[in-house]
């Protein structure tokens, strides 16, 4: 008896993850989720130097910022609620030195376009079609830092408008990194401020937009994975939700990773990680005797596989 419907998903057979690749997430609260996996595991990966970006265009303005170099300075930023802001990042990135505000934003800009140069693999997750743009500037924030709404406007981004987007997104990283591997995902949480159709509404934009762009021939060596039909189809039971039953929970997001290692992870890397997260769980044992012979055995033995990972992957350090 079959009593779930699954998505396909295929291996892929070129341009696999594995220890040597550079991996570079951009994008929604989904980024933190597989990046934490990503970086759990030991691989080479950065995530959201500007914290989370929900809409495509704040990833835009934060590549082609980085990019062309076009540092912040002090007409960038703004003082509220006895901080610093950028409407380009997180608040995450808020600070009450408006020096080092600036600093901040600056050193994550040449981050970015190193990683970007760098990358083996892009990944960007994109959350929501729902923007709001500034009355003064009609520019698409990233966030509002609780600034007022009556200074904003809402807008939902056209199939067209996110198309165009990506179109120059992607041109731009190709610019500077031809050899990039591009994953397209949405996240799979729900933006229900926004309204229950409206939410409907803004995903169907984003998937629209991403397949108009990968439809595109000149758009080869850009992929989608399918974590947003992964939730919605497989995982279609409010078990598989956190308590505010809007975000995956742990359950979820395993099994979506589950999946993505599947589909994107060389043999080898699946070989090795098997080993990493046995070491991970050595280092969390709690001894019941910490002084006995064994314990110190134990401990000889996990260090030792920690210098073997080491000799053979540099730039893994537990």
Request: glycine share 2%.
């Amino acid at each position: 008896m079959k009593l779930q419907t699954q998505i396909p998903l295929h291996k892929r057979t070129e341009n696999l993850i594995d220890y040597r690749s550079k991996i570079f997430l951009l994008g929604s609260c989904f980024v933190e989720n597989i990046g934490q996996k990503l970086a759990y595991f030991k691989f080479q990966s950065h995530q959201n130097p500007f914290g989370i970006l929900f809409h495509p265009k704040a990833i835009e303005t934060l590549v082609f910022r980085a990019i062309d170099d076009k540092k912040y300075v002090a007409n960038d930023i703004f003082f509220h609620n006895e901080q610093w802001h950028c409407y380009d990042a997180h608040s995450q990135m808020s600070n009450s030195s408006k020096e080092m505000m600036l600093a901040n934003l600056n050193m994550q800009l040449d981050l970015t376009k190193q990683q970007l140069k760098e990358a083996s693999h892009v990944v960007l997750t994109l959350g929501t079609a729902w923007v709001y743009k500034h009355h003064t500037s009609n520019f698409a924030v990233a966030n509002c830092h609780k600034v007022s709404q009556q200074n904003f406007k809402k807008e939902l981004l056209s199939v067209k408008e996110i198309t165009e987007s990506l179109q120059t997104l992607m041109h731009k990283i190709k610019g500077v990194n031809a050899a990039a591997t591009v994953i397209f995902t949405v996240s799979p949480i729900r933006h229900i401020k926004d309204g229950f159709v409206e939410n409907t509404q803004s995903k169907a934009h984003l998937i629209a937009a991403i397949h108009a762009l990968l439809a595109n021939k000149s758009e080869s060596g850009n992929f989608y994975f399918s974590s947003y039909e992964l939730m919605m189809d497989e995982l279609r039971d409010y078990r598989f939700y956190a308590e505010d039953m809007l975000h995956p929970n742990a359950t979820a997001i395993n099994y979506i990773w589950e999946k993505f290692q599947k589909v994107w992870m060389s043999e080898d890397a699946l070989e090795t990680m098997v080993e990493v997260d046995s070491i991970q769980k050595g280092m969390s044992h709690q001894a019941f005797n910490p002084n006995s012979e064994a314990h110190s055995k134990f401990l000889a033995q996990l260090q030792r596989r920690k210098e073997t990972l080491h000799a053979k992957f540099k730039h893994m350090t537990f």
